[in-house]
């Protein structure tokens, strides 16, 4: 038994090197990229915003991914006992546990909105979202989740789903079930992209994504966008990745599975953009941003195209299995930990700490209209799921993540730091260690501030 009650021997791993590239794909691909990548683009200069975005990727984000697979698979524990192996009594754990809270919070509204995602399937199986009377398809989105017991439903089914596979464990769950989506996710992705910029309205979207508004660079807010859009899309700074680090075997190499992440993540949101627009363009409509997109105005593009319900149906599939597998690696963080503390089984864990997420998610479906819940703070936005979204996105996760960088950059001897990456004494790994020292921590902090609203940038 090693200090945190772990038989090493008994832990389970990835079958592959291939399967946990996969897994972790299917971790940062999600609604993040589906949405929030697009929208955030568009409204921040866009191909001005990307040539940021890319920066931060590359500059912060993917050192910070080869930080959390470094400490994940060094310690072959989860997010808190990481830091309690290498860190015993130190505060650097006070970001394992704000990762573990993280996954709670964020799965408990993830879960909602997975839920709607999951009617639209649905709908387009019976109809229902093909005819929807007069086009009007904000009444069908509003009165659905003004309801107070059927979205729950959803939510619920959605759980269980999740549940389920994490249930099932790390190799037999999770590692086939990314393995089966991701590449069925990309193809279609790719299919429907194709098809999209067929429909006439390519110029206008792809300029909507694309064109380079340069003066926005002279706005610091872009920039922020940007760094927060990285970190909500690769799952960085709350131990996701170094729970899935922690089912690597110690000969499997990392800066090469970083780099790919970051890549695929990245290429995932852009050809998502390149669907969605030219096809939201083509039939006049406003790219107006958010669920509204997701749930209003791409709908109602179905409901005029040519083969609608079958790329509706498609399209929605898609998503679900996007936010299913970041659901899945969101409760794996919590799961792996509570099984490890209280020695339980990973099927008792799962059960349980499902069921209550589950349950913290129930306001955050109320909240959209059957009842008003909302915390007495106005500026974290105004009803209960946006509110944890803003908690959990603009703060708990850029401070994991500074955390992060500091405890790699400062906390490591930087020779156990270049060994333990697998970067060796190479130029790279040492720009490595710069850049988890000052550059992230900087631009992080700057994030971080701007989202409590102490600067304004
Ligand atoms: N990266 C996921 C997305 O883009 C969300 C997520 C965040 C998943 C943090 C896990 C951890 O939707």
Avoid: H
């Amino acid at each position: 038994m090693d200090p945190t009650g772990n038989t090493q021997a008994g832990r389970e791993q990835w079958g592959s090197r291939l399967g946990f590239i996969l897994a972790c794909l299917g971790s940062a691909v999600g609604l993040g990229n589906i949405w929030r990548f697009s929208t955030t683009a568009g409204e921040n200069g866009g191909g001005a915003f990307l040539i940021v975005y890319l920066a931060v990727i590359f500059l912060i984000g993917i050192p910070i991914v080869m930080a959390e697979f470094t400490i994940g698979r060094k310690t072959q524990s989860d997010a808190i006992g990481s830091f309690q192996k290498l860190a015993p009594g130190t505060p650097w754990v006070l970001s394992g546990i704000m990762g573990v809270a993280s996954a709670f919070i964020i799965l408990s509204f993830y879960g909602v909105i997975a839920g709607w995602v999951m009617k639209y399937v649905l709908g387009y199986l019976t109809g229902a979202l093909t005819s929807v009377p007069d086009n009007d398809y904000t009444g069908y989105f509003v009165n659905f989740i003004t309801s107070p017991v059927e979205p729950l439903i959803w939510q619920f089914i959605f759980m269980v789903l999740t549940v389920a596979t994490v249930y099932v464990g790390v190799k037999q769950g999770i590692e086939k079930m990314n393995k089966i989506l991701m590449p069925s996710l990309g193809i279609l992705l790719i299919i429907l992209a194709i098809y999209s910029l067929t429909l006439g309205g390519a110029k206008e979207g792809l300029n909507f994504l694309f064109n380079p508004d340069w003066s926005a660079l002279t706005d610091p807010g872009v920039y922020i966008a940007a760094l927060g859009q990285a970190f909500f899309s690769l799952s960085l700074g709350m131990g996701a990745l170094i729970t899935y680090g922690s089912y690597l075997k110690k000969d499997d190499k990392l800066p090469g599975a970083a780099l790919s992440l970051g890549i695929l993540d990245t290429a995932f949101a852009l050809i998502a953009g390149i669907m969605i627009f030219p096809a939201v363009f083509a039939f006049g409509l406003d790219p107006a941003g958010g669920a509204g997109l997701l749930f209003m105005t791409l709908p109602n593009v179905f409901g005029q195209m040519t083969g609608g319900t079958i790329v509706g149906l498609a399209f929605f599939l898609l998503v679900l299995a996007a936010a299913l597998t970041s659901a899945v690696s969101l409760l794996e963080v919590a799961v792996a930990y509570f099984m490890r503390k209280f020695e339980w089984t990973r099927q008792k864990t799962a059960l349980l700490i499902g069921g209550i997420i589950f349950l913290l998610g129930v306001p955050s479906s109320l909240s959209q209209g059957a009842m008003s819940i909302a915390l007495p703070i106005g500026f974290l936005g105004d009803n209960f799921l946006d509110q944890m979204d803003y908690i959990t996105a603009n703060i708990f996760l850029p401070l994991g993540g500074l955390i992060i960088a500091l405890f790699m950059g400062w906390g490591w001897k930087k020779t156990d730091a270049l060994r333990d990456s697998d970067f060796g004494e190479s130029t790279i790994g040492i720009v490595w260690i710069w850049l988890l020292r000052i550059v992230a921590p900087i631009a992080v902090l700057l994030i971080f501030l701007n989202g409590l609203g102490w600067i304004s940038l």
